[in-house]
């Protein structure tokens, strides 16, 4: 008997915006192959419904072991990859659920956390289906109805700006898809193009407790997170998600100075501050490839970082302000893709 050995490389994961709530794409749609590395992780969420009987032996009968997957929750866990201009959108409105696209070209996205929660199964808001391809014919694995649950998104010095994220759907998993539809990388690797986002040719980071300020800065992380709760029973599936909890934490370094000693003398007294960076045009959006990144929100922990240059690291939990009219994050990002959001 041949003995077939494969490894990790030889599988690819694709994901594709839904347009039915339900209805996982098909094995012939198109999928945006995504360029991320292993571990790419697919959890089913078997349901365990063993039944504790006793049947006169010291031991559980493999007929009360039973399992199935009524109303289960699936994940998709995407490990940190590298953010390509055309491949981020799509994510960070799962993780939203609130988009405005502009009409003409560069078609800039303004992603905002939801004022009003999307009625999935009216097929509003942003879901998506997932499939690792495998090698071999009707074994590749597909998730439906996916929405992010949270998303990181972080940038170092002498790096690239990188994206993590954990979805979470609905229904069994499919353990014999065979996609044969066209599956799309998005972008080359191109920085000319800005098709993705090296530390340095960041064009603005500043912070804002009354005036802003663009300090010399270090490694920064913003972590949006939300709860997703089940809710209903719709044909063995839970109905839908109910969304609550937006925010998240954002994570600085910045060069200590007199300007930045700042966050010491207000973080006791829990003032507010607005933290904006990004790379491309001062007015975001109007430039393909831009890519803006506003949060606001007061400061959890100010801690002095003996570095090779002394540093300030700061810990940011996300709020908005009603009276102010301030979200807690707001990205703006161009790519020049016509979404019709």
């Not at 599956?183 to 064009?203: C, G, H, I, L, R």
């Not at 300090?215 to 997170?225: I, Q, R, S």
């Not at 090779?308 to 940011?316: E, N």
Request: hydrophobic letters at 40%; aromatic letters at 8%.
């Amino acid at each position: 008997m041949a003995l077939s050995i494969y490894v990790p490389d030889d599988f690819v994961l694709g994901i594709a915006q839904q347009t039915t709530w339900g209805t996982i794409i098909a094995d012939a749609g198109a999928f945006n192959q995504l360029k991320v590395d292993k571990p790419m992780v697919l959890e089913a969420d078997v349901k365990d419904r063993g039944d504790l009987s006793s049947r006169g032996v010291r031991w559980q009968d493999v007929l009360d072991m039973a399992k199935d997957e009524v109303g289960s929750n699936p994940k998709l866990k995407l490990p940190d990859h590298i953010v390509r201009k055309k491949q981020a959108a799509v994510l960070i409105y799962s993780m939203m659920q609130a988009v405005s696209e502009a009409a003409t070209t560069p078609y800039a996205k303004t992603f905002t956390f939801h004022d009003t929660q999307p009625d999935f199964t009216a097929n509003a808001g942003c879901f998506l289906t997932a499939c690792l391809k495998a090698p071999v014919a009707s074994k590749s694995l597909k998730l439906r109805d996916l929405i992010a649950q949270s998303l990181t998104l972080k940038c170092s010095p002498g790096g690239l700006l990188t994206m993590s994220a954990e979805l979470v759907g609905r229904g069994a998993m499919v353990r014999d898809g065979n996609p044969s539809g066209t599956w799309t990388v998005q972008d080359a690797a191109s920085t000319a193009a800005m098709n993705f986002y090296p530390f340095e040719k960041m064009d603005r980071y500043s912070f804002d407790f009354g005036s802003p300020v663009s300090p010399a800065v270090g490694a920064w992380e913003l972590n949006l997170t939300a709860n997703r709760t089940p809710i209903g029973q719709s044909a063995g599936d839970r109905q839908s998600f109910a969304l609550s909890k937006n925010g998240g934490t954002f994570k600085g370094s910045f060069l200590w100075n007199s300007d930045t000693h700042v966050f010491f003398t207000n973080h006791p007294l829990g003032t507010a501050c607005e933290i904006r960076l990004g790379w491309g045009n001062a007015t975001a959006g109007t430039v393909d490839g831009d890519l803006d990144f506003v949060v606001y929100g007061v400061i959890e922990s100010v801690e002095m970082n003996p570095a090779d240059a002394q540093m300030i690291d700061i810990t940011m939990k996300l709020g908005g302000s009603i009276s102010g009219s301030k979200e807690p994050a707001t990205i703006i990002l161009a790519d020049a893709v016509d979404k019709a959001w």
